[in-house]
């Protein structure tokens, strides 16, 4: 079972695709759900401890926006567990919004940069492009468990 980071990283329906196909789906629930849970922050929507602001600025410079380094820690972390990615462009809104630009480009080129095995598609308009995609996740989390890309 690989730990495989989604993107958008509130997509549901991505997150649920990686876990029926026996793997670990590392996206924004896990992250906001370990916050919510842990003793010592203070009630929603606040969230957030003195700490996260230092651990932000790990994965984003103290020049970036607050909004940033706030995003980032909560995925930096999860991208520097994850043994795997998919990434999916040009996503409705629907299937999972990341609510910043440029967090997003900041996580695109952390995960491009880390070495691990991404898969890149293009969010299906269609039911065939749908098929297609679901057939293209399998195969590359198939192509994990084998200890190889796929």
């Not at 996260?52 to 909004?67: D, F, T």
């Amino acid at each position: 079972m690989a730990k495989v980071f989604i993107y958008p990283a509130t997509s549901l329906i991505l997150s649920d695709l990686v876990a029926r196909f026996g793997h670990k789906p590392l996206g924004a629930a896990l992250g906001i759900r370990e916050r919510i849970q842990t003793a010592g922050v203070d009630s929603p929507p606040l969230q957030i401890t003195p700490e996260e602001p230092k651990r932000g600025l790990k994965y984003a410079a103290v020049e970036v926006p607050s909004g940033v380094r706030g995003r980032m820690a909560i995925y930096g972390p999860l991208i520097e567990e994850a043994e795997a990615a998919i990434i999916v462009t040009e996503a409705d809104f629907a299937f999972g919004c990341m609510g910043c630009a440029r967090t997003d480009e900041l996580i695109l080129f952390t995960l491009r940069q880390s070495g691990i095995p991404i898969l890149e598609l293009e969010y299906p308009r269609d039911e065939d492009e749908g098929i297609r995609f679901v057939a293209a996740v399998k195969k590359f989390l198939a192509g994990l468990e084998d200890g190889g890309e796929a």
